[in-house]
């Protein structure tokens, strides 16, 4: 996690501190789409595979990890996890 900017390491705690503030926050950033994104990057699938099912570009992931300062398709399955979307 050391890559990642200071809020995001936030949100990975606030289930343990009981806030829900940031992840609230980070729902607030992703469209529905984008949260499908990345329901299907927790799911396994891979850039290809997902662009094929969306009909979308690999830049759409780019903006997502922009978004949500996540570097790694772990971080975002990470995510999806804590948010409830798999």
Not at 15 to 23: A, F, K, M, N, Y
Not at 29 to 35: F, P, T, V, Y
Not at 65 to 81: F, N, Q, S
Request: glycine content about 10%; overall charge positive; hydrophobic content about 40%.
């Amino acid at each position: 996690m050391s890559g990642l900017p200071g809020g995001v390491v936030a949100f990975w705690f606030s289930d343990i501190e009981g806030s829900t503030g940031l992840v609230n926050a980070l729902r607030e950033k992703l469209s529905a789409r984008e949260r499908e994104l990345v329901t299907l990057v927790a799911q396994d699938r891979t850039n290809v595979q997902i662009a094929a099912q969306l009909h979308i570009s690999g830049s759409h992931l780019d903006r997502i990890r922009a978004k949500t300062g996540c570097r790694r398709r772990a971080d975002l399955t990470r995510l999806a996890l804590t948010e409830g979307l798999v």
